[in-house]
């Protein structure tokens, strides 16, 4: 059963969760994340003992000292009726005094800066801005995926024939649009032929 029915091209979009979406752990690679939190299995791509340093700020500096990362940035959560994870400055709801607080660092490495943009690292302003969309786009997926928001699309013709469907979204906007340029395709191919 779905969770949404939309309709788009004159085809009917039927939108669920994805149960088997996957960690984007297993295919981001715009940003390692060093995290910890009571309740969660976060990353620990750096593989450091969390418990040998005085805090986050001790580990982003040790991450940025030991040549291991490019640029770095604290990861906050707001745990509130489930996780949001921001980066960057720590801004509403992330300030908060009871439901918030760091809980890691996400950092760029010479490998990420690589693979994303095929260029040297210069540390320049633009590198460095570039490198916190990395990070911030990067840890806006991974906040869909600890939350369960997974999502699959199928599109349905008026007999209820299954005519396309995906999986692997993170995210309800993405998902969205995603089904609704496919349907636009699949009229559009099937008006071409």
Not at 105 to 128: F, H, I, L, P
Request: with cysteine.
């Amino acid at each position: 059963m779905a969770i949404d029915t939309l309709t788009e091209a004159g085809l009917r979009i039927e939108i669920d969760h994805d149960p088997d979406a996957g960690t984007p752990r297993d295919w981001t690679n715009g940003c390692d994340l060093i995290m910890w939190g009571r309740r969660w299995n976060f990353p620990n791509d750096a593989g450091l003992a969390i418990g040998d340093f005085a805090g986050w700020p001790q580990i982003e500096a040790h991450l940025l000292n030991e040549g291991i990362a490019l640029y770095s940035q604290p990861v906050w959560a707001y745990e509130h009726s489930g996780l949001a994870l921001s980066t960057g400055a720590r801004t509403y709801p992330f300030d908060c005094p009871w439901d918030s607080a760091q809980c890691g660092v996400a950092y760029v490495t010479a490998e990420n800066w690589q693979e994303c943009q095929g260029t040297e690292w210069t540390g320049s302003d633009e590198d460095k801005a570039m490198a916190a969309q990395m990070i911030a786009g990067d840890v806006a997926v991974y906040s869909h995926y600890v939350n369960g928001d997974t999502f699959a699309y199928s599109i349905v013709d008026d007999e209820g024939n299954m005519l396309d469907s995906c999986g692997g979204y993170y995210g309800w906007d993405d998902v969205e649009s995603a089904a609704r340029e496919a349907a636009k395709a699949y009229v559009a191919l099937g008006e071409g032929e």
